[in-house]
């Protein structure tokens, strides 16, 4: 439960999902301070604020396309990026390479932040880098059962194919597209004072699903991750 600022940065990986970002980033905002006191809730002041930083995955601040939607203008580059306090990393294609200095950007900003928040593939995007070695991960589920097939998938990574969402230490992760708002719900449930979660649910008339059962997990029937 905080009143701070929280800095929270998203990696603008080449053609990433939108809903992967916007979901996340929408849900979480909704429970600021800020947010709250435009929809006159009382307590308002009992919500954190969030300064959000989007990170480009260039050497400058040339706006980027997600997979649909407007260009998106980054804020910070690999090599000026701020502190943060929190990373969420939507998901790209994940055989394309990750951009030049990707790799060292993530492994030096997972030993400063609090946590790692990953959605749909972007867990399976930078597994390459061995940051998500031996911990358990979720990832869209389809993608796991093609990477599965053609051998592709990452070994020492601890596949999980059966919740929406899963938390293992400073890394959290969320299976395809729509399960990051529900990461997102969790990490509020967490973090956030529950009066402010509770009418955030209800001004988003959204309930958020839990980690299991998942109803997804019948498409990885049959695969052994």
């Known amino acids: 439960m905080t009143s701070a600022v929280l800095s929270i940065g998203v990696l603008l990986l080449p053609e990433f999902q939108l809903l992967d970002a916007m979901g996340p980033i929408d849900h979480l905002s909704s429970h600021t301070k800020e947010y709250l006191a435009l929809c006159q809730v009382p307590f308002a002041h009992k919500g954190p604020s969030i300064k959000w930083h989007y990170i480009s995955s260039t050497t400058d ?11 998106l203008v980054p804020t910070c580059t690999y090599a000026d990026c701020p502190p943060l306090d929190y990373l969420l990393v939507p998901g790209p294609d994940p055989k394309i ?3 030049a200095g990707c790799d060292e950007f993530l492994k030096t900003k997972l030993k400063e932040i609090k946590l790692l928040l990953l959605v749909c593939t972007g867990s399976l995007a930078i597994a390459r880098t061995g940051i998500l070695d031996g911990l358990q991960v979720c990832g869209n589920k389809c993608v796991l059962k093609a990477m599965k097939a053609d051998g592709t998938l990452r070994k020492e990574v601890k596949w999980v194919g059966d ?26 449930r967490v973090h956030f004072d529950p009066e402010v979660v509770e009418v955030t649910r209800l001004l988003s008339e959204y309930e958020p699903n839990p980690d299991q059962p998942d109803v997804f997990s019948k498409i990885l029937d049959g695969v052994t991750l």
């Open 61 to 71: 601040l040339t706006p980027m396309n997600a997979l649909s939607g407007p260009l």
């Open 97 to 99: 390479p990750l951009p």
């Open 163 to 188: 919740r929406r969402w899963i938390k293992d230490g400073k890394v959290w992760s969320a299976g395809g597209v729509t399960a990051g708002i529900d990461l997102a719900a969790e990490f509020a």
